[in-house]
């Protein structure tokens, strides 16, 4: 059985719960597999860590430890990071008084990260802005942005948690006042027309109007799930933004249909955005394989694959060439994961090599140290657990052989003439017969020298000399003092 199981962990760990992951085929058709939570926590986004930056501020952000001990390592981090501005476009305004064609709105978008390129990593929280000024002397105007994020990016967004939420702000950079906007006027999530349209990212107006000398900031957090290399990409990894002015030529400042990244003056505006690579790992707990029995054991791993899809495998056997695997699908929704399966068909007392390996969506494979563990030795005594004749069967052929099938594997050279019987009815005197055992199907046989006698009765006896493979003896009913044999009878037909 394969569980899925959350970390409760800081912003680079998630607290999650895997939803619809396909699955593997199981090796043992007995195997469940589930998928449960190890906290309250149920978000698919990063969460903690840092608090959502204004935007005015150039390389300072709080930074939220996950303990006093153990600050986290993206807040370190984030705290060297700004935003990085990309173009920066203009709508225009047909003043009618002097019929002269006027600048209205200038626009630029950005992203939060280290000029160096190291964060944000796959994985991590990160922010993006678009702004949007009236620099007209005179005409204030409605406006609106549409958003287009990066590949393999998306919206970060968490009910009540204050760095998980879309953010607006309007400045006046004439008198340098400053206010957030809350409630209906600012958007609680982007909104998507259609599924491959743009992001709006409107009040509950639709829009907001702005006065000369005002500008309407739009912040939002983001994660992305593969690495992005800016405009050095091919296509370049872009966030871009149209905007919408009422009042504009046109109405529209936006990417012309043939338009790529980095689009030309007035064409819109974009950023190129680069995500490092943050390569998954494997850890385990102490210790990683609990609940061994006999011939079963939990093997737990934790993988720390930082929303990037792929394929984890739990490799299990005697020697570190394994040779027994389980797989699960990995989609791209969750920080770390902690992967256990629930192991059947072992054999006792042996020592079995595991471990837990990803392979990712670009083919690399990473692989977690090698792990131990020894089942219990076996002290279950066997039972027979189907017979023929069957019990009290008639009509028996006389020419027919008496077979017992064993609940696991026996010891050969204990199932002979001396453990496998039959009599005739009322009398204490074996018949003589030969004796086998069939180990690929854990069945004995008893052959009789001579055919049964036409209309007899006769009892079958499998007795405790029939031994396991680690000396157990057969015990067909262990509710009763000591160990029991096995005994039916059948009649053979005239």
Known sequence: MRRVIMLLATMTVALVLVAGASLAKPHDEKDKVDAEPLGAVDTSVPTEGLTAPAPSEDGKIKVVPSSPAKPVEQGI????????????????????????????????????????????????????????????????????????????????????????????????????????????????????????????????????????????????????????????????????????????????DTPEPHDRCPVPKDHGIDQGVWVAANPPTVEYPTPSATKITETGATTTGHLYYHFQPGTAYLDIGTTTSYGRSDSLAIADTHDALAISNDWTGLKPDTTYHWRLRFVDRQGRTFLGADQTFRTAPDTSAPRVTRVGPAESATGVAPGANVTAFFSEAMKAGTIDAGSVKLYKAGSARALAATVSYDATAQKATLNPDVNLQPGAKYKAVVNPGAMDLADNPLDQNPTVAGNQSKTWTFTVKN
Do not use: H
């Open 77 to 252: 981090a984030a705290s060297q990071a700004k935003w990085l501005s990309g173009t920066s476009s203009n709508t225009y305004y047909m003043n009618p008084f002097n019929n002269q064609i006027q600048m209205l709105t200038t626009e630029f978008i950005s992203y939060w990260g280290t000029e160096d390129e190291s964060y944000p990593r796959v994985g991590e929280l990160y922010w993006g802005k678009v702004t949007i000024a009236n620099v007209n002397p005179s005409r204030s105007t409605p406006t609106m942005p549409e958003i287009e994020l990066p590949r393999n990016t998306k919206f970060a967004l968490v009910a009540g948690d204050p760095n998980m939420k879309i953010t607006c702000i309007l400045d006046n950079f004439m008198t340098g006042e400053s206010r957030t906007l809350t409630g209906d006027a600012c958007p609680q999530a982007p909104k998507q027309p259609g599924t491959y349209e743009l992001y709006k990212l409107s009040p509950k107006d639709g829009y907001w109007t702005i006065q000369p000398g005002e500008a309407i900031s739009v912040i939002f957090p983001i994660y992305s799930t593969s690495e992005l290399k800016g405009w050095a990409a091919s296509p370049a990894d872009c966030l871009s933004s149209s905007v919408w002015a009422a009042a504009a030529i046109g109405f529209w």
